[in-house]
């Protein structure tokens, strides 16, 4: 059996369920169980804090799992990564006062409020530089007003709640994070892990192509098929009329619109969009 962990709450949760809905495996969505069955794909789910599912996945108890690279890294788990999943993006950097420190060699010597120690000391040590670190379990931003840290280093999505602290940005981020799908550093092949984990391959490429449908006259398929080269290759259907051919192609969703524009200029006629469900590529 199967034995997949998701995050039981946080930005990462809903996403991922999401996800695994459209991956297929509808016992994973909306659960408030901490464990759910799904024997239909002879699957177990179960619900954790996602700062220990990399903890879980790395010890081989559960296969997979779901979290964030900053709680990855952060866990300092032996666990690796197999997808990067496209959601739940947010950068880790540092914070504090203005005034305090105009570029991150300007926290040396001072205390850094953190929930992601391993991840700070790490980061530090790599630049050489000596602070004392406060490790807190939440609500790091609070903690330079409360007095017991000088300056933060958390994960911030738009940076609003270090404003409202009264804290300004110090450097560049120290890490990018997204939501990853991670599994055991060395785990053995195994063949329902990769049917998991093309299932979710699929769900990506759905999310990020559509399907762009057109006629389009012979004189101009070349060109056409230039600005639609598809996945692999577009599909191309001559018409009745045989100055005429229909073609279908894979375009990526963000640039669906350019591309409609550049068909019409090229005189192609009746450009209709699909979104993708599931695919297999």
Known sequence: MLRVALPNKGQLADPSREMLREAGYP???GARELVVQDPDNDAEFFFLRPRDIAT???SGELD???TGLDLLLDSGSDAETLLELGFAPSTFRFAAPAGVASDVAGLAGLRIATSYAGLLAGHLDGLG???TIVKLDGAVENSVRLGVADAVADVVATGTTLKQAGLVVVGEPILVSQALLVRRAGAPADAAVDTFVRRIQGVIVARAYVLVDYDVKADFLEAACAVTPGFESPTVSPLRDAGWAAVRAM????????VMDDLYDLGARGILVTDIHACRL
């Not at 375009?251 to 350019?258: L, S």
């Open 27 to 29: 016992a994973a969505h």
């Open 56 to 58: 879980y996945v790395a």
């Open 64 to 66: 997979l799992g779901i």
């Open 129 to 131: 530089i000596s602070a």
């Open 251 to 258: 375009v990526p969703r963000r640039d669906v619109h350019r």
